[in-house]
């Protein structure tokens, strides 16, 4: 079984930073993908950036230039540094990772969300 661990949201200021993290347990032999979704209330859950084993990114156009994902491989760790902060950034941020190895096999795991809250 692989659990995932959130940490980092809270209430900011508009312009304002934080840093999400979200460590991946288990048993696990390696990860594909690790990303980050946001679900704002009423609507649907999307994409805001996803890094692969090897480093390559992809972020959503309204975050991209204020946000930057990263990953510690050896940690089974992702983060999400999220700077220039704006009201419409306001969420329940996911961790996502994707292509999971491990002894129950290959899977999908969704963190339990943390909110981040962004004050105008």
């Known amino acids: 079984q692989v659990h995932l661990v959130e940490s980092g949201g809270g209430l900011v200021q508009a312009g304002g930073s934080l840093r999400l993290s979200c460590a991946a347990s288990?048993?696990?032999?390696?990860?594909?993908?690790m990303g980050w979704y946001r679900q704002a209330p009423g609507k649907q859950r999307d994409l805001v950036a996803a890094i692969t084993s090897g480093g390559s990114t992809n972020y959503a156009d309204s975050v991209k230039g204020r946000f930057t994902i990263s990953r510690v491989n050896t940690k089974n760790t992702v983060y999400l540094q999220m700077n220039s902060l704006k009201p419409e950034d306001t969420a329940v941020y996911y961790c996502k990772t994707e292509g999971v190895r491990g002894r129950a096999g290959l899977g999908d795991y969704w963190g339990q969300g943390t909110q981040v809250t962004v004050s105008s």
């Open positions: 288990g048993s696990i032999f390696s990860i594909n993908a």
